[in-house]
C-alpha cells in the first residue's frame, strides 16, 4: 500500500484551475435558472458534512473539497466507480453545480440528487469531462447533492479542489431530519443500586434465554455506577450485560455474572451469542463462573478473585475470549479446547486442552507450543478496545477508545483510558422497524448509529460512508438482509468502529453480508484503521439462509478483534445445500490483523488471504460436518478446501496459533490433504499449528501444505497433530 507521487502536470493543471474559476463562475451563475424572482443561487455546500466512497490518503479527506480553499483537495482510491456526497442540511432548490478539478478528473461522470440519502435521480450526466473547472446547470430539489465518478481520464482516483453546490434554500422535498439520542426501548434495562426486585429482573430474563439459542428475544441489562449486593446474573443466549462506567471499577457486584451449561447437559459446546462488559465482581465463592464458546465476549472485566471457563461438571466447551480485563486470581479453562486472551492482566493459567493463545497479556504463561500448548506474544501488534456506552452524570455517552500499538495489559489499570467520548445525541437511536432507507438517511445525516435489542429486516445495504463513524449493538441486535443484499458496506475510509451486532443471512442468497471497504480499495488507514469487534455472521440455524461469501475486507489496515462467522451445523434450514456458503472471510486489503477469528463449517475456503502483510493472532476453526462425501470437498486434485488459505501471489504473512478440527460425521471417510495452506516463501511465517480429528470422523493427511503429520494414527483419540513453526 503506498501512495503515488502526483504527476508533473498535477502543479500546471493546479494554476490553469485557479485562473478560470473567475469567469466561469460568473458565467455560470449569469446562464443558471432562478428558483425564484427574488432570490439568486447562493453557495450552499461550504462547510456541510460530507462523505465520499474512498480516499487515498490521510491528506485528502472528504471534508477538503467544501473547505472553499483551493489549496485543499479530496482525492479518491484509484479504482472507478467512486464518489462524493455532500449534504445541505435541509431541502434546497439546486442551480447549479461547480467541479474544479485537480489533474486526476473523471472522464464519465453523473450529478444526482437525493432527498434521503438514500434514493438518487440523476440531475446530469456525461461520458466526456474535460478537467479543470467545470460548470454545470442543474435543475432539482434536493438535501443531498453527489457527484458518482463511472470512469477516469487517468490512472489516479478521482481529485477535486472544490465541490460546490448553488441553489436556493427551502425547497419542498427534502425529508424530515432525523433527531439524535432518545430512549433505549423496551429491551435495555437500565439499573441503579435502588432499583426494587433486580434479582428477580434477571432471572424472568435467563428463564426466557436459557435455552433460546435460536430465539428472538434480545437483552441488554445497563448497570449504573455504583454497588450491587448479593447479584447472581445468569446470562442466556443473546443477552449483553455491562457497567455504565467509564472504567470496570465504576460498577461492582459482590456476587456473580455466570455462564453455566445446565440447559444443555453440562456441555458448554453451544453457549453462543452473549457478553459481559465494563464491570467489576467479587465472586461469592471467590471463583466466577464464565463456560462459553464462541461469540460470547468477556471485555473489560475486573474479577476480584479467579475465573472457571468450564461448566459445572466439567463437560466440554469449545472457545472464548478475553479482552482488556484483570483477573486477579487464576483462570481455569479446564475442559475449554481453545481460548485467546488478548490486553489483559491474570494471576494465572492453570492448563491446555489444543490451543491457548495470549498477546499482550500480563501473567501469561510461557510460549511452550506443543506442549503444554501455550502460544504467547508479549505484545498485540495494533489493538483499539471495543467502543461502549457510559454515562457522564446524567448523560449517555459512547467512548471510543484510542488505538495502540504493542499494547500490553489494560487500557484503563493506570486510571482514566485514552479515547473520545461521543454524546448520545450524535447518534440515531435505531429501534425494531427502522427501515434500511431510514438507518442511510440518519447516517448521511452525520449520525452514527446505536442499534438496540432486536431484529432488523434490510431491503438494501445499510451504507457507512462517513470517516469515524460508530456502528454500535446492544443485545445481540440482529440484522437480516432481504432479496438477497449484502447487509452492511463500509466506504474506504477512516476509522469506522463496527462493534457488537449480529448478522443473520436470509433465505435469498447474498453474494456477501459485510463488505469493508469496496473491490480495489487502497486508501491508507494505518493512522485510523477501521475496527470490526464482537460483529459476527450466522448463515442458518435460526432459518434457511445462503451467502456465497460472509465477510469481504477490502480496506487496508483493518483490525477484525474477535468474530464468529458460522455456516450452522445445528438448528433449523441447516443442510449442505440448504444453508450453503462457500467461503467465509475473504481478505484482500494489505495490513489486515485479525486477533481473536473463528470461522467454521464452509463449503469450501473457510478464510482465504489475498493481501500483503497480513497478521492473525489466534485462529479457530472446524470444517463442515456435513460434506456428503469425497467428491463434494474435492478441490482438482486437492482433497479438500484449506481451513486457512493464503494466496499464492503474497509474500509476506504472519500468523499465531490456529487450530482446524474435522468431524465428517456423515461420511467419516473423508479425507483433507491438509487444514493450511500458504505459498512457500521467506515472508510467510505460520507458528504453533494444530489439525485434530474429532473421533476419527474424518482425517487430515497433513498440517500445512505437505508439512505436519497425519491425524490417522490417532484414530478416535483426538490428539492434535501439530506443527511448531512454518516454514
Same mark, same amino acid.
Given at each position: 500500500? !503506498?501512495? %503515488? $507521487? &502526483?504527476?508533473?502536470?498535477?502543479?500546471?493543471?493546479?494554476?490553469? @484551475?485557479? +485562473? =478560470?474559476? /473567475? #469567469?466561469?463562475?460568473?458565467?455560470?451563475?449569469?446562464?443558471a435558472?432562478?428558483?425564484?424572482?427574488?432570490?439568486?443561487?447562493?453557495?450552499?455546500?461550504?462547510?456541510?458534512?460530507?462523505?465520499?466512497?474512498?480516499?487515498?490518503?490521510?491528506?485528502?479527506?472528504?471534508?477538503?473539497?467544501?473547505?472553499?480553499?483551493?489549496?485543499?483537495?479530496? !482525492?479518491? %482510491? $484509484? &479504482?472507478?466507480?467512486?464518489?462524493?456526497?455532500?449534504?445541505?442540511? @435541509?431541502? +434546497? =432548490?439546486? /442551480? #447549479?453545480?461547480?467541479?474544479?478539478?485537480?489533474?486526476?478528473?473523471?472522464?464519465?461522470?453523473?450529478?444526482?440528487?437525493?432527498?434521503?440519502?438514500?434514493?438518487?435521480?440523476?440531475?446530469?450526466?456525461?461520458?466526456?469531462?474535460?478537467?479543470?473547472?467545470?460548470?454545470?446547470?442543474?435543475?432539482g430539489?434536493?438535501?443531498?447533492?453527489?457527484?458518482?465518478?463511472?470512469?477516469?481520464?487517468?490512472?489516479?482516483?478521482?481529485?477535486?479542489?472544490?465541490?460546490?453546490?448553488?441553489?436556493? #434554500?427551502g425547497?419542498?422535498?427534502?425529508?424530515?431530519?432525523?433527531?439524535?439520542?432518545?430512549?433505549?426501548?423496551?429491551?435495555?434495562?437500565?439499573?441503579?443500586?435502588?432499583?426494587?426486585?433486580?434479582?428477580?429482573?434477571?432471572?424472568?430474563?435467563?428463564?426466557?434465554?436459557?435455552?433460546?439459542?435460536?430465539?428472538?428475544?434480545?437483552?441488554?441489562?445497563?448497570?449504573?455506577?455504583?454497588?450491587?449486593?448479593?447479584?447472581?446474573?445468569?446470562?442466556?443466549?443473546?443477552?449483553?450485560? #455491562?457497567?455504565?462506567?467509564?472504567?470496570?471499577?465504576?460498577?461492582?457486584?459482590?456476587?456473580?455474572?455466570?455462564?453455566?451449561?445446565?440447559?444443555?447437559?453440562?456441555?458448554?459446546?453451544?453457549?453462543?451469542?452473549?457478553?459481559?462488559?465494563?464491570?467489576?465482581?467479587?465472586?461469592?465463592?471467590?471463583?466466577?463462573?464464565?463456560?462459553?464458546?464462541?461469540?460470547?465476549?468477556?471485555?473489560?472485566?475486573?474479577v476480584?478473585?479467579?475465573?472457571?471457563?468450564?461448566?459445572?461438571?466439567?463437560?466440554?466447551?469449545?472457545?472464548?475470549?478475553?479482552?482488556?480485563?484483570?483477573?486477579?486470581?487464576?483462570?481455569?479453562?479446564?475442559?475449554?479446547?481453545?481460548?485467546?486472551?488478548?490486553?489483559?492482566?491474570?494471576?494465572?493459567?492453570?492448563?491446555?486442552?489444543?490451543?491457548?493463545?495470549?498477546?499482550?497479556?500480563?501473567?501469561?504463561?510461557?510460549?511452550?507450543?506443543?506442549?503444554?500448548?501455550?502460544?504467547?506474544?508479549?505484545?498485540?501488534?495494533?489493538?483499539?478496545e471495543?467502543?461502549?456506552l457510559?454515562?457522564?452524570?446524567?448523560e449517555?455517552?459512547?467512548?471510543?477508545?484510542?488505538?495502540?500499538?504493542?499494547?500490553?495489559?489494560?487500557?484503563?489499570?493506570?486510571?482514566?483510558?485514552?479515547?473520545?467520548?461521543?454524546?448520545?445525541?450524535?447518534?440515531?437511536?435505531?429501534?425494531?422497524?427502522?427501515?434500511?432507507?431510514?438507518?442511510?438517511?440518519?447516517?448521511?445525516?452525520?449520525?452514527?448509529?446505536?442499534?438496540?435489542?432486536?431484529?432488523?429486516?434490510?431491503?438494501?445495504?445499510?451504507?457507512?460512508?462517513?470517516?469515524?463513524?460508530?456502528?454500535?449493538?446492544?443485545?445481540?441486535?440482529?440484522?437480516?438482509?432481504?432479496?438477497?443484499?449484502?447487509?452492511?458496506?463500509?466506504?474506504?475510509?477512516?476509522?469506522?468502529?463496527?462493534?457488537?451486532?449480529?448478522?443473520?443471512?436470509?433465505?435469498?442468497?447474498?453474494?456477501?453480508?459485510?463488505?469493508?471497504?469496496?473491490?480495489?480499495?487502497?486508501?491508507?488507514?494505518?493512522?485510523?484503521?477501521?475496527?470490526?469487534?464482537d460483529v459476527?455472521?450466522?448463515?442458518?440455524?435460526?432459518?434457511?439462509?445462503?451467502?456465497?461469501?460472509?465477510?469481504?475486507?477490502?480496506?487496508?489496515?483493518?483490525?477484525?478483534?474477535?468474530?464468529?462467522?458460522?455456516?450452522?451445523?445445528?438448528?433449523?434450514?441447516?443442510?449442505?445445500?440448504?444453508?450453503?456458503?462457500?467461503?467465509?472471510?475473504?481478505v484482500?486489503?494489505?495490513?489486515?490483523?485479525?486477533?481473536g477469528?473463528?470461522?467454521?463449517?464452509?463449503?469450501?475456503?473457510?478464510?482465504?488471504?489475498?493481501?500483503?502483510?497480513?497478521k492473525?493472532?489466534?485462529?479457530?476453526?472446524?470444517?463442515?460436518y456435513?460434506?456428503?462425501?469425497?467428491?463434494?470437498i474435492?478441490?482438482?486434485?486437492?482433497?479438500?478446501?484449506?481451513?486457512?488459505?493464503?494466496?499464492?501471489?503474497?509474500?509476506?504473512?504472519?500468523?499465531?496459533?490456529?487450530?482446524?478440527?474435522?468431524?465428517y460425521?456423515?461420511?467419516?471417510?473423508?479425507?483433507?490433504?491438509?487444514?493450511?495452506?500458504?505459498?512457500?516463501?521467506?515472508?510467510?511465517?505460520?507458528?504453533?499449528?494444530?489439525?485434530?480429528s474429532?473421533?476419527?470422523?474424518?482425517?487430515?493427511?497433513?498440517?500445512?501444505?505437505?508439512?505436519?503429520?497425519?491425524?490417522?494414527?490417532?484414530?478416535?483419540?483426538?490428539?492434535?497433530?501439530?506443527?511448531?513453526?512454518?516454514?
Open positions: 500500500m !503506498s501512495v %503515488a $507521487a &502526483s504527476p508533473p502536470t498535477r502543479t500546471v493543471r493546479r494554476a490553469v @484551475a485557479g +485562473a =478560470a474559476v /473567475g #469567469a466561469l463562475l460568473a458565467g455560470l451563475l449569469t446562464l435558472p432562478h428558483a425564484s424572482a427574488a432570490a439568486d443561487p447562493v453557495l450552499l455546500s461550504q462547510g456541510k458534512p460530507v462523505t465520499a466512497s474512498s480516499q487515498e490518503h490521510y491528506g485528502t479527506p472528504a471534508k477538503d473539497a467544501v473547505d472553499g480553499d483551493n489549496g485543499t483537495r479530496w !482525492s479518491s %482510491a $484509484a &479504482s472507478d466507480q467512486q464518489w462524493l456526497q455532500v449534504d445541505l442540511g @435541509a431541502s +434546497a =432548490a439546486i /442551480g #447549479a453545480v461547480e467541479l474544479r478539478w485537480e489533474a486526476a478528473y473523471a472522464k464519465a461522470y453523473r450529478i444526482e440528487l437525493s432527498a434521503n440519502g438514500t434514493d438518487w435521480s440523476t440531475a446530469y450526466s456525461t461520458t466526456d469531462g474535460h478537467g479543470g473547472t467545470e460548470t454545470l446547470n442543474i435543475t430539489t434536493a438535501r443531498y447533492v453527489r457527484m458518482q465518478g463511472v470512469s477516469r481520464a487517468t490512472g489516479y482516483g478521482y481529485s477535486l479542489w472544490e465541490f460546490k453546490v448553488f441553489g436556493t #434554500a425547497g419542498d422535498g427534502g425529508g424530515p431530519t432525523l433527531p439524535g439520542g432518545g430512549d433505549l426501548g423496551p429491551n435495555v434495562h437500565v439499573i441503579d443500586p435502588g432499583t426494587p426486585g433486580i434479582q428477580d429482573k434477571l432471572d424472568q430474563v435467563f428463564r426466557e434465554q436459557e435455552s433460546a439459542q435460536f430465539g428472538s428475544g434480545r437483552h441488554a441489562f445497563l448497570f449504573k455506577p455504583g454497588t450491587y449486593d448479593n447479584i447472581n446474573a445468569q446470562i442466556g443466549f443473546y443477552t449483553q450485560i #455491562a457497567g455504565l462506567g467509564l472504567k470496570p471499577d465504576d460498577t461492582t457486584f459482590n456476587g456473580d455474572v455466570t455462564v453455566d451449561a445446565g440447559w444443555f447437559g453440562g456441555n458448554a459446546t453451544q453457549n453462543f451469542w452473549r457478553s459481559a462488559e465494563n464491570l467489576a465482581v467479587k465472586p461469592v465463592n471467590g471463583t466466577n463462573r464464565w463456560a462459553v464458546s464462541q461469540a460470547a465476549s468477556f471485555r473489560r472485566m475486573h476480584k478473585g479467579g475465573l472457571n471457563l468450564a461448566p459445572a461438571g466439567y463437560g466440554w466447551a469449545s472457545g472464548g475470549y478475553i479482552a482488556d480485563s484483570k483477573i486477579d486470581g487464576t483462570v481455569g479453562p479446564y475442559s475449554q479446547q481453545q481460548w485467546y486472551t488478548r490486553d489483559s492482566s491474570i494471576g494465572g493459567w492453570t492448563n491446555s486442552v489444543w490451543n491457548m493463545t495470549f498477546s499482550g497479556v500480563e501473567g501469561a504463561p510461557a510460549n511452550t507450543f506443543p506442549e503444554p500448548r501455550y502460544t504467547t506474544l508479549d505484545t498485540t501488534p495494533v489493538s483499539r471495543k467502543p461502549f457510559y454515562l457522564d452524570g446524567n449517555y455517552k459512547v467512548f471510543a477508545p484510542a488505538k495502540r500499538t504493542n499494547a500490553r495489559g489494560t487500557t484503563w489499570a493506570n486510571g482514566t483510558p485514552q479515547g473520545e467520548s461521543v454524546p448520545l445525541d450524535r447518534f440515531y437511536v435505531v429501534k425494531p422497524g427502522a427501515t434500511a432507507a431510514t438507518i442511510n438517511s440518519a447516517l448521511a445525516q452525520g449520525l452514527h448509529l446505536l442499534f438496540t435489542p432486536g431484529i432488523y429486516h434490510v431491503d438494501r445495504s445499510i451504507d457507512v460512508n462517513r470517516p469515524g463513524t460508530i456502528v454500535l449493538g446492544l443485545g445481540l441486535a440482529t440484522i437480516i438482509p432481504d432479496n438477497g443484499v449484502t447487509a452492511m458496506k463500509v466506504a474506504d475510509v477512516d476509522g469506522v468502529k463496527l462493534a457488537g451486532f449480529l448478522i443473520d443471512a436470509g433465505p435469498v442468497n447474498s453474494p456477501t453480508l459485510l463488505e469493508v471497504g469496496p473491490a480495489g480499495a487502497s486508501a491508507d488507514h494505518a493512522a485510523n484503521p477501521t475496527t470490526v469487534q459476527y455472521i450466522r448463515v442458518g440455524g435460526a432459518g434457511a439462509g445462503k451467502a456465497t461469501t460472509s465477510m469481504v475486507i477490502n480496506s487496508d489496515d483493518t483490525i477484525v478483534d474477535h468474530t464468529w462467522v458460522w455456516r450452522a451445523d445445528h438448528g433449523e434450514g441447516v443442510g449442505w445445500e440448504t444453508n450453503r456458503a462457500d467461503y467465509g472471510v475473504r484482500t486489503g494489505d495490513d489486515v490483523l485479525a486477533t477469528l473463528f470461522v467454521e463449517h464452509f463449503n469450501k475456503y473457510d478464510v482465504e488471504w489475498y493481501g500483503e502483510r497480513g492473525t493472532v489466534f485462529y479457530q476453526n472446524e470444517k463442515a456435513d460434506a456428503p462425501d469425497q467428491a463434494a474435492q478441490n482438482g486434485s486437492t482433497k479438500g478446501y484449506a481451513a486457512y488459505r493464503v494466496d499464492d501471489s503474497v509474500t509476506t504473512h504472519e500468523a499465531w496459533g490456529l487450530g482446524s478440527y474435522c468431524y460425521n456423515v461420511d467419516p471417510n473423508i479425507r483433507q490433504d491438509h487444514g493450511f495452506k500458504a505459498p512457500v516463501k521467506p515472508g510467510v511465517k505460520f507458528h504453533s499449528l494444530l489439525t485434530v474429532l473421533g476419527g470422523n474424518g482425517h487430515y493427511e497433513h498440517v500445512i501444505n505437505d508439512t505436519g503429520a497425519s491425524t490417522v494414527p490417532a484414530g478416535t483419540s483426538t490428539v492434535p497433530s501439530t506443527v511448531v513453526s512454518y516454514p
